[in-house]
C-alpha cells in the first residue's frame, strides 16, 4: 500500500518493498530430456545443466543422496530436492517411481522436506498430480514457455495456450504451488506477448515465475535458424527493460521471480552462439525493476518541481544493485535528481521518497 503525505513545504510518498522471499536450498537433480515427447527448437538442456542427455538415473540420485547426506554432515537442515530438466511426470513408469521412491526416503530419513519437478504442461493430468502431491512434492514448476498458440507452433512446443491454461488451473487447484516459467524472446513472443504470458500465469494461480530469456546454443533447431537469419533474439536493452517490467507484474500481485536468466558455466559458454546472457543478468533487471517503481512515485508526486531536492530511502537489501552493474544506471537517476548523496539505504522495507525544499520544513513519510 502506498502512503503519501502533503504540506506546504514538502511531499513524500512510501511504498513497501520487502525482501525477496527466501526459502530452504533447493538441491537439484538434473534429468536432461528425460521423459520428452520431442526436442523444442530451443532446447539445449546438456548445455543448460552440464548433464549428458544418456547419463544414468542410478548414477544421478546417487550423487544426490551423497549431497544430501554431506549436507546433513556438515549440521545444514533438511533442503529441498528439484527434480529438473526433462519433462518428470512423463517418465517411463520405473524411472518416475524410482525417483519417487528416492524422494520418500530421503524425506523418511531427514534429508530433505519437500521435493519439487519440472514438467511440460500437458503431462499434468489429476491422477499424476495426485501421486506426486502423496509423494511429498510441494511444488510443479510448468513449462509453460508462452500462452501463445503462434509462439508454441513456432518453437515445436506440441500443445496450445489453452492446453498451458487449463495445466496451470489443474495445478493451482491441486495444493501444490505453481510455478510458471516463461521464454521471453522466443520466436513469435514480442515483449508485449511476454508481458501478457506473465499476466497470464498470475491470474491462473502462479505464486512463482522464472523468467529465461531465450538464448541460440549450438546443436538447436534454431541456431539454424539464427544462422539463415531468420531468427533475432533480443538485445540486452530490450532484455532488461522487459523483463523488469515483469518483474514488478510479479511483485504488485506477491508473487516471487525465483531466477531471471540461465545460470554460467563452461558447457553452455561453449554452445552460446547469440542471445541476451549476462552472469549478473537478474541483479541488472532488479536495479531496473527498482528504478522503474521510483520513476513512477515521482511521477505521482509531480517530478519535477523548481528549487525542491529529492531525498530517496531505499532497503538495505537493495543497495548491491541499486547503481546498476558498474554503474550503469547512476544516469537515470541523476536524471531524478538523486546520487549517493541524497540516496539512504535503511534496515527497513519500505522505500520513501520526498521532495524538500520548497517551503517550510520537510515532513516524514509515514
Request: net charge positive.
Given at each position: 500500500?502506498?502512503?503519501?503525505?502533503?504540506?506546504?513545504?514538502?511531499?513524500?510518498?512510501?511504498?513497501?518493498?520487502?525482501?525477496?522471499?527466501?526459502?530452504?536450498?533447493?538441491?537439484?537433480?538434473?534429468?536432461?530430456?528425460?521423459?520428452?515427447?520431442?526436442?523444442?527448437?530451443?532446447?539445449?538442456?546438456?548445455?543448460?545443466?552440464?548433464?549428458?542427455?544418456?547419463?544414468?538415473?542410478?548414477?544421478?540420485?546417487?550423487?544426490?543422496?551423497?549431497?544430501?547426506?554431506?549436507?546433513?554432515?556438515?549440521?545444514?537442515?533438511?533442503?529441498?530436492?528439484?527434480?529438473?530438466?526433462?519433462?518428470?511426470?512423463?517418465?517411463?513408469?520405473?524411472?518416475?517411481?524410482?525417483?519417487?521412491?528416492?524422494?520418500?526416503?530421503?524425506?523418511?530419513?531427514?534429508?530433505?522436506?519437500?521435493?519439487?519437478?519440472?514438467?511440460?504442461?500437458?503431462?499434468?493430468?489429476?491422477?499424476?498430480?495426485?501421486?506426486?502431491?502423496?509423494?511429498?512434492?510441494?511444488?510443479?514448476?510448468?513449462?509453460?514457455?508462452?500462452?501463445?498458440?503462434?509462439?508454441?507452433?513456432?518453437?515445436?512446443?506440441?500443445?496450445?495456450?489453452?492446453?498451458?491454461?487449463?495445466?496451470?488451473?489443474?495445478?493451482?487447484?491441486?495444493?501444490?504451488?505453481?510455478?510458471?516459467?516463461?521464454?521471453?524472446?522466443?520466436?513469435?513472443?514480442?515483449?508485449?506477448?511476454?508481458?501478457?504470458?506473465?499476466?497470464?500465469?498470475?491470474?491462473?494461480?502462479?505464486?512463482?515465475?522464472?523468467?529465461?530469456?531465450?538464448?541460440?546454443?549450438?546443436?538447436?533447431?534454431?541456431?539454424?535458424?539464427?544462422?539463415?537469419?531468420?531468427?533475432?533474439?533480443?538485445?540486452?536493452?530490450?532484455?532488461?527493460?522487459?523483463?523488469?517490467?515483469?518483474?514488478?507484474?510479479?511483485?504488485?500481485?506477491?508473487?516471487?521471480?525465483?531466477?531471471?536468466?540461465?545460470?554460467?558455466?563452461?558447457?553452455?559458454?561453449?554452445?552460446?552462439?547469440?542471445?541476451?546472457?549476462?552472469?549478473?543478468?537478474?541483479?541488472?533487471?532488479?536495479?531496473?525493476?527498482?528504478?522503474?517503481?521510483?520513476q513512477e512515485l515521482a511521477r505521482g508526486l509531480g517530478f519535477p518541481q523548481p528549487g525542491t531536492r529529492v531525498v530517496l530511502e531505499a532497503p538495505a537489501f537493495t543497495q548491491g544493485h541499486f547503481w546498476g552493474h558498474a554503474g550503469e544506471l547512476r544516469e537515470h537517476w541523476a536524471a531524478l535528481g538523486l546520487g549517493s548523496g541524497n540516496v539512504r539505504f535503511r534496515p527497513e522495507p519500505m522505500m520513501r521518497?520526498?521532495?524538500?525544499?520548497?517551503?517550510?520544513?520537510?515532513?516524514?513519510?509515514?
Amino acid at each position: 500500500m502506498t502512503t503519501a503525505s502533503r504540506s506546504r513545504g514538502a511531499r513524500s510518498v512510501a511504498v513497501p518493498w520487502p525482501a525477496p522471499a527466501s526459502g530452504p536450498a533447493i538441491v537439484p537433480v538434473f534429468l536432461p530430456h528425460f521423459g520428452c515427447p520431442r526436442r523444442c527448437l530451443f532446447c539445449g538442456q546438456e548445455a543448460q545443466t552440464g548433464v549428458a542427455a544418456n547419463a544414468a538415473l542410478r548414477d544421478l540420485l546417487a550423487a544426490a543422496r551423497a549431497g544430501l547426506e554431506a549436507r546433513i554432515a556438515r549440521g545444514l537442515g533438511p533442503t529441498e530436492l528439484a527434480f529438473y530438466g526433462g519433462t518428470f511426470t512423463a517418465l517411463p513408469e520405473g524411472a518416475l517411481g524410482a525417483c519417487l521412491d528416492f524422494s520418500e526416503s530421503a524425506r523418511r530419513d531427514g534429508l530433505i522436506s519437500a521435493f519439487r519437478c519440472s514438467t511440460r504442461p500437458d503431462a499434468v493430468d489429476g491422477p499424476v498430480l495426485e501421486r506426486l502431491a502423496a509423494a511429498g512434492c510441494a511444488t510443479v514448476e510448468l513449462g509453460v514457455q508462452s500462452f501463445v498458440d503462434a509462439a508454441l507452433r513456432l518453437t515445436a512446443r506440441g500443445y496450445t495456450g489453452a492446453q498451458a491454461g487449463a495445466a496451470c488451473a489443474r495445478v493451482a487447484a491441486s495444493g501444490m504451488g505453481l510455478c510458471v516459467q516463461l521464454l521471453p524472446g522466443m520466436p513469435g513472443v514480442t515483449p508485449t506477448v511476454f508481458l501478457d504470458d506473465v499476466r497470464e500465469a498470475l491470474a491462473l494461480g502462479a505464486r512463482a515465475l522464472r523468467f529465461y530469456p531465450c538464448l541460440v546454443l549450438e546443436g538447436t533447431g534454431l541456431a539454424a535458424l539464427w544462422r539463415a537469419g531468420a531468427y533475432a533474439p533480443w538485445d540486452m536493452e530490450t532484455t532488461l527493460e522487459t523483463l523488469a517490467q515483469g518483474w514488478l507484474l510479479a511483485h504488485q500481485a506477491g508473487a516471487a521471480v525465483l531466477r531471471m536468466g540461465v545460470a554460467p558455466g563452461e558447457d553452455l559458454a561453449r554452445a552460446l552462439l547469440a542471445g541476451p546472457w549476462h552472469p549478473a543478468l537478474g541483479s541488472r533487471v532488479l536495479g531496473r525493476a527498482l528504478l522503474r517503481a521510483v520513476q513512477e512515485l515521482a511521477r505521482g508526486l509531480g517530478f519535477p518541481q523548481p528549487g525542491t531536492r529529492v531525498v530517496l530511502e531505499a532497503p538495505a537489501f537493495t543497495q548491491g544493485h541499486f547503481w546498476g552493474h558498474a554503474g550503469e544506471l547512476r544516469e537515470h537517476w541523476a536524471a531524478l535528481g538523486l546520487g549517493s548523496g541524497n540516496v539512504r539505504f535503511r534496515p527497513e522495507p519500505m522505500m520513501r521518497l520526498r521532495f524538500e525544499g520548497e517551503v517550510g520544513a520537510p515532513s516524514q513519510a509515514c
